[in-house]
């Protein structure tokens, strides 16, 4: 257990997918896009993103000012995409004309502040699919130190595109 936490906390060097390849993967768009880029992704298992958060985001004008804090549902959007990459990229992933929408997060929980200037590094793992539900789980490290975790439900959805 000791190592693989270890391992959860070593930074990858490699880009898996760009900006560019994970707006063809995923429909959000600025300013609701909350991954710059993948580092690592084993099919149907794991998959690693990052996002670097900067003073620029836009809810830190609102939250808050003058003690900036990236708020909590958005820490879960983040665990949400990092997922629907992994759901749209497996080989017996979700289909080209669908979607995965979040429909829970369950066990939710924030151990420190994410500030501007910090670096998350977003591991989701697949625990269990049952179509059209997939139930994943992710972690979120900063500095190599575990912020977040939680447990996030998302369906399969014929996309309106």
């Given at each position: 257990?000791?190592?693989?936490?270890?391992?959860?906390?070593?930074?990858?060097?490699?880009?898996?997918f760009g900006i560019a390849?994970?707006?063809?993967?995923?429909?959000?768009?600025?300013?609701?896009?909350?991954?710059?880029?993948?580092?690592?992704?084993?099919?149907?298992?794991?998959?690693?993103?990052?996002?670097?958060?900067?003073?620029?985001?836009?809810?830190?004008?609102?939250?808050?000012?003058?003690?900036?804090?990236?708020?909590?549902?958005?820490?879960?959007?983040?665990?949400?995409?990092?997922?629907?990459?992994?759901?749209?990229?497996?080989?017996?992933?979700?289909?080209?004309?669908?979607?995965?929408?979040?429909?829970?997060?369950?066990?939710?929980?924030?151990?420190?502040?994410?500030?501007?200037?910090?670096?998350?590094?977003?591991?989701?793992?697949?625990?269990?699919?049952?179509?059209?539900?997939?139930?994943?789980?992710?972690?979120?490290?900063?500095?190599?130190?575990?912020?977040?975790?939680?447990?996030?439900?998302?369906?399969?959805?014929?996309?309106?595109?």
């Amino acid at each position: 257990m000791q190592d693989q936490k270890k391992e959860e906390q070593t930074e990858s060097s490699g880009v898996v997918f760009g900006i560019a390849q994970i707006q063809k993967i995923l429909p959000h768009r600025y300013p609701f896009l909350l991954i710059d880029r993948v580092v690592e992704l084993v099919d149907n298992e794991r998959v690693v993103a990052i996002k670097n958060v900067t003073a620029n985001e836009p809810f830190f004008n609102g939250h808050f000012p003058g003690n900036p804090v990236m708020p909590g549902v958005l820490i879960v959007e983040a665990i949400a995409q990092t997922g629907a990459i992994l759901a749209k990229t497996s080989k017996d992933g979700v289909g080209k004309n669908m979607q995965v929408l979040l429909v829970g997060a369950n066990d939710v929980k924030f151990k420190k502040r994410i500030v501007p200037g910090d670096t998350l590094r977003i591991v989701v793992k697949s625990a269990r699919k049952r179509r059209p539900l997939w139930i994943m789980d992710g972690e979120v490290f900063v500095d190599g130190k575990l912020v977040a975790t939680g447990s996030i439900s998302a369906m399969e959805v014929a996309s309106e595109e």
